[in-house]
């Protein structure tokens, strides 16, 4: 078939380990990629899909790419690296379990990303043996607790009997139709790699989907991070050579001057390097999701999915204060938005134009909700920015009914170190240090105007918060 002027959309396909997403995938495709259906040989050994794969097939005027990543807990930052270049989303579902762990946890990345539209399908209704429209229902109230709403399109299928798959198509077709897409072509080529190999007498294939531009034949691109230089000798879309390739279009590249053993997912096929940049130390706005749990500590350890390429580091959440100020902070579970620096065991490149991150945390159980949500970057940092921290001293009330006012110790050591702490402010109900008081440390403390004498005693404590800078390291 002739793919030349089809309309290209990509699909991500997602949901729980042993759903059936790969056999609807199979199901659905008329055509398979070189990365097609559990391409990698440890697929078959396991019976899992460990890798991405791409297959394709056409519904009126588009081609449908589907991108089939792993259901299995412990690759879901696989799954996330398929975000980045899908239009919408298929949640597959087992109609005799229901949502499970990871079906949770894929919404939830699909959802941080600001993937909108979203189709189910309930497979395997041949095993079935309940209602079926009582089981849609359940369906619908367990989304409408999703951004996503319980008026999502649901289709039950039999992957193993192909049924129900004429009406999927129809659903499908439907909900493509009704995507707002803007391909933005006229700008320089973006392209993330996906998969890489070499062919005897070819040379180097680079595979991916581009997210922004045009590729050209015998076009000059160069791999970021890695600044290779290379030519595009020709291009591809599902098998069929073209001269050309544009923004959405999956494509395999052969370039020429390519070492692909320096190559990973993550890399880039770029035409312009200007639309990157490259660190470790990143600024965020972190929009977490209400369903994890755990409280954000500084300095918890996290993992970071940019684009297709997830790497682990820390997270140092903080409040601004005077003058923009970073005060060092812990963030419980209640809040939902922070600021944060994220500091990466690695260098990483990150698209100018394309700046939200997946944040994971993928050392928890899989039996419990990872993800932690999304963060937009605010910019990157050379060098680990200033932090801050309020360091509190307690004193005590020695003296409360002095003829000078009131005394208390404990705040300075000695009486050089009392007349520096002079002006400084204390905690309510006092006010702050007003003189030094004899040689021994002690200082004279105001009170705010509304408390009488006789509620201070002997003993009561005073506290001096002071803040203090210090330079972030990494834990």
């Known amino acids: 078939m002739d793919l030349k002027n089809k309309i290209s959309v990509s699909i991500g396909l997602f949901g729980h380990i042993d759903s059936g997403k790969t056999a609807v995938a199979e199901a659905l495709t008329e055509i398979i990629s070189t990365a097609g259906i559990d391409a990698h040989p440890q697929s078959k050994e396991r019976g899992i899909t460990i890798d991405l794969g791409f297959t394709s097939f056409v519904l009126g005027d588009y081609l449908v790419t ?104 129809k659903g499908i077709h439907e909900v493509i139709k009704a995507l707002k897409i803007h391909r933005d072509i006229k700008d320089d080529l973006v392209m993330p790699i996906d998969h890489y190999f070499n062919i005897k007498g070819m040379g180097t294939i680079l595979t991916g989907t581009i997210l922004r531009g045009e590729v ?36 395999g590249l052969n370039l020429k001057n390519i070492n692909v053993k320096k190559l990973y997912r993550g890399c880039y096929v770029a035409s312009n390097p200007e639309e990157f940049e490259y660190g470790a130390i990143i600024e965020v706005r972190m929009e977490k999701n209400k369903l994890f749990k755990p409280e954000v500590r500084f300095g ?11 790497t682990a580091g820390y997270i140092y959440p903080y409040e601004l204060i005077e ?78 009914n002095h003829s000078q006012g009131i005394i208390c110790s404990g705040l300075a050591q000695s009486a050089e170190g009392a007349k520096k702490i002079v002006g400084r402010k204390l905690e309510s109900p006092y006010t702050r240090i007003l003189d030094s008081f004899g040689t021994k440390g002690y200082v004279i403390v105001g009170i705010e105007k509304n408390r009488e004498k006789h509620e201070i005693k002997a003993g009561d404590v005073v506290r001096l918060k002071e803040l203090y800078h210090f330079n972030l390291k990494k834990i």
């Open 216 to 251: 050209k034949l015998n076009q000059k691109v160069m791999i970021l991070p890695l600044k290779q230089e290379g030519r595009v000798k020709n291009i591809q879309i599902f098998h069929q050579n073209m001269e050309r390739a544009i923004a959405g279009d999956r494509v």
């Open 300 to 310: 918890s350890q996290i993992h970071v999915t940019i684009g297709m390429f997830t």
């Open 323 to 400: 003058e923009s100020k970073r005060l060092k902070t812990d963030v419980s579970n209640k809040i939902e938005r922070f600021q944060a620096i994220i500091w990466l065991n690695e260098n990483v490149l990150i698209d100018k134009k394309k700046t939200t991150l997946l944040i994971s945390r993928l050392d928890l159980p899989p039996t419990s909700l990872r993800i932690m949500g999304a963060a937009e970057v605010i910019k990157i940092h050379q060098t680990p920015p200033l932090f801050y921290r309020f360091k509190v001293k307690r004193g005590k009330i020695i003296n409360p």
């Open 66 to 169: 589907l991108v089939d990543g792993p259901g299995h807990a412990d690759l879901i930052k696989i799954s996330a690296s398929s975000v980045e270049i899908i239009d919408c989303a298929l949640v597959v579902i087992d109609i005799n379990k229901g949502p499970q762990i990871q079906t949770g946890e894929h919404l939830i990345m699909i959802e941080a990303l600001k993937i909108k539209n979203l189709i189910v399908v309930l497979n395997k209704i041949d095993l079935f043996k309940g209602n079926l429209e009582e089981e849609i229902i359940k369906i619908k109230k367990f989304f409408s607790s999703t951004s996503f709403g319980k008026n999502i399109p649901i289709f039950p299928v039999s992957a193993k009997n192909r049924i129900g798959f004429e009406e999927l198509k």
